[in-house]
C-alpha cells in the first residue's frame, strides 16, 4: 500500500501569511502526464471538500489562493494569502493504485 | 445540483451488522462511482469501497472480508453493510461520488 506522510501536523499562519503543506507518498504517484494525487479541506463538523485533483488542477469554485504542485513522490499544498476561513484540517490522497486509496493523516491549519 | 445522502441506524451492537443507504440525486449511479470512507472520531479518513458505474466493486483489502456493497440504479440508491462490528468501527460514515462531491454522512456508534 502507499503511504502518504503528511508534514507538519499543524501549523499556525498569521492572515495574510503563506502556509505550505507537504505529502511525501512512499512510491511515485505520477506518470508523464499526470500527478494521482489530490488535496482535500475539511472542517469541523463537515465532510471533505475537494479542493485540487492531479496535484494541480484546482476545483471549481475553489478560491485562487490555493495551489498544488509536485510530481513523484513529493507534493505541496499552498495557501497564500491565508484567510481566517481557511482554518481546518488539510489531506492529500493518491489514487495511483486501487486498491486501496489511502489519505495522509491529515495538517491542521490555525490563526495565529 | 449533486446531492448525497447517508442514512443509518445510528447506534448498532457489538458483533451486529450495519446497513446504511447512501441516496443520490444530480447524476445517474450508471454514470459515475460511489464511493464509501469512514472517520473514526478526531481521526483520519480511511478508504472502504468503491462501486463503479458499470456495477463491479473494489474494496479495501483489509476490511473486504467483513464488507458489501452494491446499488439499485432506478432507485439511485448505494447499499454499504458491514458484519461483525466492533468499537472500533464507531465513525463517521461518507458515501462521495468519485471522491468528487460528498454526503454529509451518518454516525455509526458501536455499543452496548
Known amino acids: 500500500d502507499i503511504v502518504l506522510t503528511q508534514s507538519p501536523a499543524s501549523l499556525a499562519v498569521s492572515l495574510g501569511q503563506r502556509a505550505t503543506i507537504s505529502c511525501r507518498a512512499s512510491?511515485?504517484?505520477?506518470?508523464?502526464?499526470?500527478?494521482?494525487m489530490h488535496w482535500y479541506q475539511q472542517k469541523p463538523g463537515q465532510p471533505p471538500k475537494l479542493l485540487i485533483k492531479y496535484a494541480s488542477n484546482l476545483e471549481s469554485g475553489v478560491p485562487a489562493r490555493f495551489s498544488g504542485s509536485g510530481s513523484g513522490t513529493d507534493f505541496t499544498l499552498n495557501i497564500h494569502p491565508v484567510e481566517e476561513e481557511d482554518t481546518a484540517t488539510y489531506y492529500c490522497q493518491h489514487s495511483w493504485e486501487i486498491p486501496p486509496l489511502t489519505f495522509g493523516a491529515g495538517t491542521k491549519l490555525e490563526l495565529k | 445540483q449533486v446531492q448525497l445522502k447517508e442514512s443509518g441506524p445510528g447506534l448498532v451492537a457489538p458483533s451486529q451488522s450495519l446497513s446504511i443507504t447512501c441516496t443520490v440525486s444530480?447524476?445517474?449511479?450508471?454514470?459515475?462511482?460511489v464511493h464509501w470512507v469512514r472517520q473514526p472520531p478526531g481521526k483520519g479518513l480511511e478508504w472502504l469501497v468503491v462501486?463503479?458505474?458499470?456495477?463491479?466493486?473494489t474494496y479495501n483489502s483489509a476490511l473486504k472480508s467483513r464488507l458489501s456493497i452494491s446499488k439499485d440504479n432506478s432507485k439511485s440508491q448505494v447499499f454499504l453493510k458491514m458484519n461483525s462490528l466492533q468499537t472500533d468501527d464507531t465513525a463517521m460514515y461518507y458515501c462521495?461520488?468519485?471522491?468528487?462531491?460528498w454526503g454529509q454522512g451518518t454516525s455509526v456508534t458501536v455499543s452496548s
Open positions: 444530480g447524476f445517474s449511479l450508471t454514470s459515475y462511482g
Open positions: 462521495a461520488r468519485n471522491l468528487d462531491y
Open positions: 512510491q511515485s504517484v505520477s506518470t508523464s502526464s499526470y500527478s494521482y
Open positions: 462501486i463503479w458505474s458499470d456495477g463491479s466493486t
